[in-house]
């Protein structure tokens, strides 16, 4: 028999939490899996501790809940939640009632097919078009970029496989890039239709500025899987090609001066010198890179408390 835990992360969302586990409760009570739901409070400044609280009061052990000393992100809190489960299977889902978990039998069946990874898939929006286009391209652009087909990367409803959750390094805003993240660790990831429904409270923070964002963070998370390990490779290459190429036309340069006798300073000469002094740099940065690669500090959470 597996065991099932529910991550939630959330940032002000007290009017939605008591809706929403009574919703989960009615739908895993039908299951024979035991379960857990795990709340990450991401620094809430308004009750949402204290709506937790009651709710652990009302389910008792069902109710966990994990409360950051302030705001870290979403990226934060899915790690921490994650980390903190103990179920064989991890549901991830967002506390704004826009996911319905009347869906988690369905994720949790598309998990017993094999797969490692099901991700929703929000195939309706009630979104504004402020959200729902600029994220239609982003998941264009990222399908494109890391060879993941999938219709919706940021839809925060998904089900995994304790071992590939637990794989996951996440920081930053790497929580758009799950799917990405754990195909590229060799697990099966898949997706599934889910509902969706509009938002109540609140409103979205999504928009064309994160899109951009998104995809400048695509392209690093390509950069830093081929050159985490070696970025002398990646900056070795350009600093090496540049010095190549100055080397060369200076060379073209020096030849017609031992010719000729006469050296005119001329445009393209000036260029080739900047392009072996650029590439230097380059091949200097690859060394500090090599240097500095296992150096840096990870991030650390502040947590003020927890529910058990």
Not at 104 to 113: G, S, V
Not at 124 to 137: A, E, M, N
Request: aromatic fraction near 12%; charge should be positive.
């Amino acid at each position: 028999m597996r065991t099932v835990s529910i991550v939630i992360p959330l940032y002000n969302e007290c009017e939605s939490l008591p809706t929403l586990m009574e919703a989960i409760d009615a739908v895993m009570e039908k299951s024979a899996d035991p379960w857990e739901t795990l709340f990450i409070d991401d620094g809430s400044t308004d009750r949402s501790f204290e709506t937790i609280t009651s709710l652990r009061t009302r389910y008792g052990k069902k109710v966990r809940a994990v409360r950051f000393n302030r705001n870290y992100g979403k990226s934060a809190a899915l790690g921490t939640g994650i980390r903190e489960a103990g179920g064989d299977v991890i549901i991830t889902m967002d506390a704004d009632l826009q996911d319905d978990p009347a869906a988690i039998p369905d994720l949790l069946a598309k998990l017993d097919e094999g797969w490692d990874l099901v991700s929703g898939w929000k195939r309706k929006r009630y979104d504004p078009l402020t959200f729902t286009i600029p994220s239609k391209l982003w998941n264009l652009v990222n399908s494109i970029l890391s060879g993941v087909k999938l219709h919706d990367f940021n839809c925060g409803f998904k089900a995994y496989r304790a071992a590939a959750a637990k794989s996951l390094e996440i920081y930053g805003d790497r929580h758009r890039y799950l799917p990405t993240l754990a195909h590229w660790n060799g697990f099966k990831v898949t997706e599934l239709p889910v509902p969706h429904h509009p938002r109540k409270y609140g409103r979205s923070k999504y928009g064309f500025g994160k899109f951009f964002n998104g995809v400048m963070d695509m392209l690093t998370l390509l950069f830093l899987r081929r050159y985490l390990r070696s970025p002398l490779h990646f900056f070795g290459l350009l600093g090496s090609g540049l010095i190549l190429l100055g080397i060369t036309v200076l060379g073209y340069f020096g030849v017609e001066w031992i010719v000729t006798g006469s050296l005119h300073i001329r445009p393209l000469m000036l260029l080739s010198v900047s392009a072996v002094i650029v590439g230097i740099q380059f091949l200097s940065f690859g060394f500090l890179a090599e240097i500095l690669i296992n150096m840096a500090p990870k991030e650390t959470y502040l947590i003020r408390e927890k529910i058990e």
